[in-house]
């Protein structure tokens, strides 16, 4: 898709309904550290919310796809030299002064709607893996838990109490492996009865 209409600069250009910055035929070249395209901005809003990107996709017809797409692609040997490379990196920091009254999230995964049958297989997050073989990715996991800073969290989850049943058989046929940082398995063993 190319845009081929005027951009206005000093006034809202009613024309302009779509923008595309490069191809993937012809990428903008970047030769030094920087951000591409950047909002920064402030609110001292006391009600309501604050957005500063507002995307909404609505699906009429059969169509598939997504509301926003981030894809990492690395060619270069050795990428990530001293630094980490993220598909899409989301935070919420809560800093010197601030407090939180209600609640704060890195990242909301919310499914949801007014279908009562919606069909199809639903999850809040999926994770997904698309490797060629499983050999050359012995360092790959679906989850990684670290603690970046000084302090650290103990607690792995926080899940509803409906979720944490008695144990109701001693028959523990299955187990679900996970590692530590060090390389470390551990297992959680569940049970099919």
Same mark, same amino acid.
């Given at each position: 898709?190319?845009?081929?209409?005027?951009?206005?600069?000093?006034?809202?250009?009613?024309?302009?309904?779509?923008?595309?910055?490069?191809?993937?035929?012809?990428?903008?070249?970047?030769?030094?550290?920087?951000?591409?395209?950047?909002?920064?901005?402030?609110?001292?809003?006391?009600?309501?919310? *604050? +957005?500063?990107?507002?995307?909404?996709?609505?699906?009429?017809?059969?169509?598939?796809?997504?509301? &926003?797409?981030?894809?990492?692609?690395?060619?270069?040997?050795?990428?990530? *030299?001293?630094?980490?490379? =993220?598909?899409?990196?989301?935070?919420?920091?809560? =800093?010197?002064?601030?407090?939180?009254?209600?609640?704060? =999230?890195? &990242? +909301?995964?919310?499914?949801?709607? *007014?279908?009562?049958?919606?069909?199809?297989?639903?999850?809040?997050?999926?994770?997904?893996?698309?490797?060629?073989?499983?050999?050359?990715?012995?360092?790959?996991?679906? &989850?990684?838990?670290?603690?970046?800073?000084?302090?650290?969290?103990?607690?792995?989850?926080?899940?509803?109490?409906?979720?944490?049943?008695?144990?109701?058989? !001693?028959? &523990?046929?299955?187990?679900?492996?996970?590692?530590?940082? !060090?390389?470390?398995?551990?297992?959680?063993?569940?049970?099919?009865?």
């Amino acid at each position: 898709m190319a845009n081929n209409k005027p951009i206005g600069v000093a006034y809202a250009d009613p024309m302009l309904d779509s923008v595309q910055v490069g191809s993937a035929g012809a990428p903008i070249q970047i030769a030094s550290p920087g951000v591409l395209n950047g909002s920064y901005a402030t609110t001292s809003a006391t009600t309501g919310d *604050t +957005r500063l990107n507002y995307e909404r996709l609505t699906f009429t017809s059969t169509g598939a796809g997504e509301t &926003l797409r981030a894809f990492s692609v690395v060619t270069g040997a050795n990428a990530a *030299t001293g630094g980490t490379i =993220n598909g899409a990196h989301i935070s919420t920091s809560v =800093n010197t002064g601030g407090s939180i009254s209600g609640a704060a =999230n890195a &990242l +909301r995964a919310t499914i949801g709607g *007014t279908s009562t049958t919606p069909g199809g297989t639903l999850a809040a997050i999926q994770v997904d893996s698309d490797i060629p073989n499983a050999a050359g990715w012995a360092g790959a996991s679906f &989850l990684r838990f670290t603690n970046s800073g000084a302090g650290t969290i103990a607690n792995l989850m926080n899940v509803p109490a409906a979720m944490v049943t008695v144990k109701g058989s !001693a028959a &523990l046929s299955h187990k679900i492996k996970i590692v530590d940082a !060090a390389g470390t398995p551990y297992y959680i063993m569940v049970s099919d009865v």
